[in-house]
């Protein structure tokens, strides 16, 4: 009788002890998603990509503006769906998805043909969240 009222005593501390991890891995899991969105500066993160395409694209003085606003726009909106990344992912996926073709469908009334097939040459691999690029693509 005591082995079983023993074994019970620990079984439910084992319970309980895995409980409180799941927790905790959720309560990390939000953490990192809360710090990921307030990371997402969006006007730094378009200057910084703009240092990259203007260079990259040879963009002219006129193009500059018309690709900057759309950057902007697109990041903006992005911004606004970062946090599915880690709570949704498919769902992450399915409107940035339609926000980069609404980008992609800007860009190819700014910029020249070769242009545009640069711009998308120049999608990395894998995504790399310290490569400001590769916040456009993924």
């Given at each position: 009788m005591k082995r079983t009222i023993v074994t019970l005593i620990i079984l439910?501390?084992?319970?309980?002890?895995?409980?409180s991890h799941a927790q905790v891995g959720d309560l990390l899991n939000k953490?990192?998603?809360?710090?990921?969105?307030?990371g997402f500066d969006v006007s730094s993160l378009a200057s910084s990509i703009m240092g990259k395409l203007s260079p990259g694209l040879k963009l002219t003085a006129a193009q500059k503006p018309g690709v900057t606003d759309?950057?902007?726009?697109?990041?903006?909106?992005?911004?606004?769906?970062?946090n599915l990344q880690q709570s949704a992912p498919a769902s992450y996926t399915q409107?940035?998805?339609?926000?980069?073709?609404?980008?992609?469908?800007k860009l190819a009334g700014i910029?020249?043909?070769s242009q545009l097939q640069k711009f998308m040459g120049m999608k990395p691999?894998?995504?790399?969240?310290l490569d400001?690029?590769?916040?456009?693509f993924f």
């Open positions: 439910a501390g084992l319970m309980i002890s895995k409980s953490a990192k998603s809360v710090a990921t969105a307030q759309a950057v902007t726009n697109y990041l903006t909106s992005k911004s606004q769906i970062i409107k940035q998805s339609s926000l980069f073709a609404t980008l992609k469908s910029l020249l043909k691999k894998t995504n790399n969240p400001s690029i590769s916040q456009l």
